[in-house]
């Protein structure tokens, strides 16, 4: 099944992150929506992918790379080091601190984002400060929520292509 992903990025990310994808495939990525068990499986493919001439000094895009194999510490890192007021980087920094369960600090991230251009492809009715919300129920009730998971698919999505089109 084709990658609806690779079709909006420019060839050279394409053939950068095209193994990530082969080994982990959009639609079995990002299955937490607070992660509590990373997968170290694929540490190296991405710390290969980062290396790529075509990722080169996009932080961003590494940033999100780390989020789609759920290492967020590595994807915090990055994040955080974006220039300081970043919209680009306060949105991974918000998705991070969602995805590790620290919601208040996900809102306060979402509120330094501001409306970012990537928003526009998500969802119409994306608002990220009720995916929190609405994470928050989930995870405290104990339930997966495959719309949920389904949203926080195309959230990456939308920015991931955000960031390699804008040259972020």
């Known amino acids: 099944m084709p990658n609806p992903l690779l079709a909006n990025l420019p060839a050279p990310i394409v053939r950068a992150i095209a193994p990530l994808l082969e080994a982990l ?62 919209a680009t980087g306060s949105f991974w920094h918000g998705i991070m601190h969602r995805r590790e369960g620290d919601f208040s600090n996900g809102h306060y991230w979402f509120r330094r984002v501001g409306n970012h251009p990537a928003m526009l492809s998500i969802d119409a009715d994306y608002d990220p400060h009720a995916l929190i919300d609405q994470v928050e129920a989930a995870h405290c009730a104990g339930r997966a929520d495959e719309g949920l998971i389904d949203l926080q698919r195309r959230e990456w999505t939308g920015l991931l292509t955000w960031c390699a089109t804008s040259g972020q």
């Open 25 to 86: 495939p959009l639609h079995q990525a990002m299955t937490q929506l607070v992660v509590t068990k990373p997968d170290d499986s694929l540490i190296s493919t991405v710390e290969s992918i980062t290396r790529d001439p075509a990722i080169g000094e996009q932080s961003a895009l590494a940033a999100g790379l780390w989020l789609y194999i759920d290492q967020l510490d590595r994807s915090h890192t990055i994040s955080q080091n974006l220039p300081g007021a970043d």
